[in-house]
């Protein structure tokens, strides 16, 4: 014992755990100074926006006194409650269609014998991945009146006038939302269906219910919660959408929420008017997140019980070549002909003129790497701020989900709760918050990369915290014990046993905010100037213009990157990160 | 001096107190299990030796130098104490040997000697075959070995473990416990062992303390303990008993249905007014007549039976007094339900219970 002098233990007993209140305030301090510091930051990122939107919607312009007239100006305007229409019709036929695609998807690859299976996880994250702008400006491609390849084709076919599909319509609308939507039911239904054992159907079965009877009635019907919390989460990505609706609404006159906003801050700009419209879209998201937990909450039979039944595949026989024809036709219609066209598009010099070695050429990339003025730069601009909106999201979310695990400090609850909340703030409503709060003084960050990275945090720290909390929770509290016990402190817990078993989920999380970051628009279209341009605001620009072999060209560059990291990440992380649940 | 040294311990979390009064002094050497069952605050106390939580009241030294009080503790990674933990707590990232090595490497030591040192435990644990393996290749066995090296490479003042073997299989379990015992009498290192098991317990320590509700009920040998349990609980948590409640009038020793001569109880003297008894069921004799031997001779009545094999479990009641005692008898020794035997109680294997409440 002569490494602990008597003289030394006092010292250190002092310093961890004093007695008498000014004693106490000292040990309190570090970390309640800890706690204010991180409500600060999380008040900042996130209360701070929604608190001065609302107060702006009820001001005057310029911010002078206290008025209900923008909501009169919101609410009375015949356009306004048209927008508020179709955008509640749009979230409701994506939401439908997007589960006729995802259910039979999730049941054909996660309960039967489907051939192909890894093949269509494949898709189905290409299409999770794929930006929805991206996507749209590929079925414009496809669908086009008259110019679009399938009407081509079926002019050249059947000698028709006139083609037979246009996309610049509300179902076109609604269909080149859903099939990038489609992949949220997915992932609800079939981690629903992995958890529902064998037994429930074969406890069906012995009482006399065939196999279709047994899927309708019993395996759907217990994963129906879960389907209904994707229907859930495909409305709400519908209604807060503004890349699509702006590509392909607009030219139909179809107007929604998030497009009048956007042109509610065209010139003369009325921000204060687009506060009060933006209130709908928050107060719906919020409602319908609830309702979705108490779902989730309640019938939580769903999921549960399955660890212990072992489950079987059901044999389809020849049904299979149906199941597999109906998934490689969702597949083609979200990512194979929207990218063959595409890619088409990307290296043609004009891609009307279709496939011909005389119509190939990589000047479109020349043009948006090299010649374009800002097309360049933000390439650059996007994956920074990415890089840095996922590091900060994440850093904060480790800290308070460590915190909180660990109770390190009272009321972290709160902490927590204000990481999850943006859950339902909308991006395009977080970005009128930002410019609400922080786009003039006192603080004047607009134009600035700052404003961009920080809205985006906030945006996505819930991801980030659902991630490291989820991590933490894995992490068992002894792992932490052994080395303290054996001599080490909490800096070497930190390095030796913590960081190391977390590096594959932090990863795994980092990535998760990282490829959302590269491509969000909804909230960039209003916070970037022109020097903080992104590529998601170049490509929804050089699309206004109608040069889709540029916008190909730059998509491409995006997606080939974006490929590339999910690919290493994924060989880091294990496969189907993405999917997972959780 | 005492090696390790609780005084009046306790430990509330808000109203309730986890630990009260535990008063304990362990020798240099010694292996003293905690034993209790669950909630009894016997880790709470593992935990305050090791240090990760204060005490509320009482202090904790080692070698006389003060380690826990209620105004400060000496942080877990100062105390050269190291601790098994229930789940083991082996650190997936690292190697077996890097697991073992880790300690060393804290304390700075020579790569030579660091290197020989966890080859030679390694060797002692019968791990040499499987250093380079991973924790998730190993057995749940291969990795209690894993944390039992771990901690005892780096030779600590103080050996704490947590319920170390309640994750393992009953087979293991049993084998394991001698492992302890045997890696106990090779190193001598201090110890302080926690489980809800008793026979876990019996086989390891040197001392067993038994726990409940917070309080410390006995600390004893384990032969002590199982002949001569001083409280209900204990008796009743250290293997099967009988309690016998009478009262002490005139020289006898009047039970419902009974009574017996206090005379040849050994400690007649210091017998109160009211008397308590633990009987264990294999103290008591079953015969068809009353013996000659000196002893506290009963006739009763078999009440029903069940044959395991290796015992009968008979129940009986003496004296038509409706009560039951339960007698453990060798398999050769049958009787029908229904008969009337003659119990034999020796008084110098019944144990006289101190009732505190």
Redesign the interface.
């Known amino acids: 014992m002569a490494e602990l002098s008597p003289s030394l233990i006092p010292r250190a007993a002092r310093l961890r755990e004093p007695d008498g209140l000014r004693a106490r305030l000292r040990r309190l301090e570090p970390a309640v100074v800890v706690w204010l510091l991180l409500i600060g930051l999380l008040l900042f990122l996130v209360v701070g926006p929604l608190l001065m939107l609302v107060v702006q919607s009820f001001q005057h312009e310029g911010g002078a006194g206290y008025t209900l007239e923008n909501y009169f100006a919101a609410f009375t305007n015949k356009h306004h409650l048209e927008a508020l229409e179709n955008s509640l019709l749009l979230g409701a036929g994506v939401a439908a269609l997007a589960a006729v695609f995802g259910v039979p998807v999730a049941w054909a690859v996660s309960r039967t014998d489907m051939p192909g299976k890894d093949l269509v996880r494949v898709m189905v994250l290409g299409a999770f991945v794929t930006p929805p702008y991206l996507g749209a400006i590929g079925w414009i491609l496809l669908a086009g009146p008259n110019a679009g390849w399938i009407n081509r084709i079926w002019m050249a076919l059947s000698g028709a006038e006139h083609g037979i599909v246009n996309i610049f319509t509300f179902p076109g609308l609604i269909l080149s939302i859903a099939v990038y939507s489609y992949p949220y039911i997915f992932i609800f239904t079939s981690a629903a269906l992995d958890a529902v054992s064998s037994e429930m159907e074969d406890a069906a079965h012995i009482l006399g219910s065939g196999g279709l009877r047994t899927t309708l009635k019993v395996t759907l019907p217990l994963v129906w919660p879960a389907i209904l919390g994707g229907l859930i989460i495909s409305f709400l990505e519908a209604i807060a959408l503004f890349g699509t609706p702006a590509i392909i609404g607009l030219p139909a006159h179809i107007n929604v929420v998030t497009t009048q906003l956007w042109q509610l801050f065209e010139y003369p700009v009325r921000a204060e008017v687009a506060a009060a419209f933006a209130m709908p879209l928050l107060g719906i998201t919020a409602v319908l997140f609830w309702v979705q937990r108490r779902t989730f909450g309640r019938k939580s039979f769903v999921t549960i019980t399955g660890k212990g039944g072992e489950r079987r595949l059901i044999k389809l026989g020849n049904w299979r070549w149906l199941a597999l024809g109906y998934t490689a036709f969702v597949s083609s219609i979200s990512v194979v002909l929207p990218f063959l066209v595409l890619a088409q598009a990307a290296f043609s010099r004009a891609w009307g003129r279709g496939f011909s070695l005389g119509n190939l050429t990589l000047s479109n990339f020349h043009y948006v790497l090299v010649e374009h003025t800002t097309a360049g730069r933000s390439i650059i601009h996007s994956f920074t701020y990415a890089a840095a909106t996922a590091s900060l999201a994440l850093l904060l979310a480790l800290v308070v989900a460590y915190i909180v695990n660990r109770r390190l400090l009272p009321w972290s609850g709160v902490l927590a709760f204000l990481c999850v909340a943006p859950f339902v703030i909308p991006g395009i409503v977080m970005a009128l918050g930002y410019y609400a709060a922080y786009a003039s003084p006192p603080i004047r960050l607009y134009g600035t990369a700052a404003l961009v990275v920080l809205a985006f945090t906030a945006r996505f720290l819930p991801i980030a915290y659902t991630n490291s909390d989820a991590a933490m929770r894995s992490l068992n509290p002894e792992m932490e014990d052994a080395v303290r016990i054996l001599g080490g402190g909490r800096l070497t817990v930190l390095g030796k046993v913590v960081a190391p078993l977390l590096r594959r989920s932090l990863i795994g999380g980092w990535i998760l905010v990282f490829i959302p970051a590269t491509r969000e628009l909804s909230a960039a279209i209003f916070l970037t100037g022109p020097d903080t341009q992104v590529m998601s605001v170049v490509l929804y620009e050089l699309s206004g213009e109608g040069n889709f072999e540029y916008v190909a060209a730059l998509g491409g560059v995006l997606l080939v990157a974006t490929v590339v990291i999910v690919a290493v990440s994924s060989r880091l992380v294990g496969r189907d990160f993405m999917l997972r649940r959780g | 001096m005492a090696k390790l040294a609780l005084k009046g311990l306790s430990k509330r979390f808000g109203e309730v107190a986890a630990v009260s009064n535990v008063d304990l002094a362990l020798e240099a050497g010694e292996l003293v299990s905690l034993l209790g069952p669950s909630g009894c605050g016997k880790t709470t106390t593992l935990r305050m030796i090791?240090?990760?939580m204060?005490p509320s009241e009482g202090t904790i030294e080692?070698?006389g130098?003060?380690?826990s009080?209620?105004?400060?503790?000496?942080?877990?990674?100062?105390?050269?104490?190291?601790?098994i933990?229930?789940?083991y707590?082996i650190?997936?990232?690292m190697t077996v040997a890097e697991n073992v090595a880790?300690?060393l490497h804290?304390?700075k030591l020579a790569r030579a000697e660091l290197a020989e040192r966890v080859e030679r435990m390694l060797s002692v644990v019968h791990l040499e075959e499987l250093k380079e393996r991973y924790p998730a290749e190993l057995s749940g066995g291969q990795q209690q070995r894993v944390a039992l090296a771990?901690?005892m490479v780096?030779e600590p003042?103080v050996l704490?473990l947590d319920e170390p073997l309640s994750n393992l299989d009953a087979n293991l379990r049993e084998e394991m416990r001698f492992e302890i015992r045997r890696l106990h009498d090779a190193f001598r290192i201090t110890t302080v062992y926690v489980t809800h098991d008793q026979s876990e317990a019996m086989v390891t320590s040197d001392r067993i303390v038994v726990m409940n509700r917070g309080r410390i009920e006995q600390v004893d040998h384990p032969f002590a303990l199982y002949n001569r349990p001083r409280t209900r609980f204990v008796a009743g948590f250290v293997g099967r008993t009988n309690f016998l409640e009478g009262r002490l009038e005139g020289g006898e020793i009047g039970f419902p249905g009974f009574a017996v001569h206090a005379g040849l109880f050994p400690e007649a003297g210091s017998l109160g007014r009211r008397v308590v008894f633990s009987v264990r069921p294999q103290t008591i004799g079953l015969h068809r007549g009353r013996g000659e031997r000196p002893g506290w001779w009963v006739e009763g009545r078999i009440i029903k039976r069940a044959y395991l094999g290796n015992e009968w479990d008979y129940f009986v009641d003496p004296g038509g007094g409706g009560t039951a005692l339960r007698v453990s008898a060798p398999p050769e020794e049958v009787f029908e339900a229904g008969e009337t035997v003659w119990l034999e109680i020796d008084p110098q294997r019944v144990a006289q219970i101190v009732e505190d409440t």
């Open positions: 090791a240090g990760f204060p080692m070698d130098v003060l380690l009080s209620p105004e400060g503790v000496v942080p877990p990674e100062r105390r050269r104490m190291s601790m933990f229930q789940s707590a650190w997936p990232n880790f300690g804290l304390r771990r901690a780096i003042e704490l």
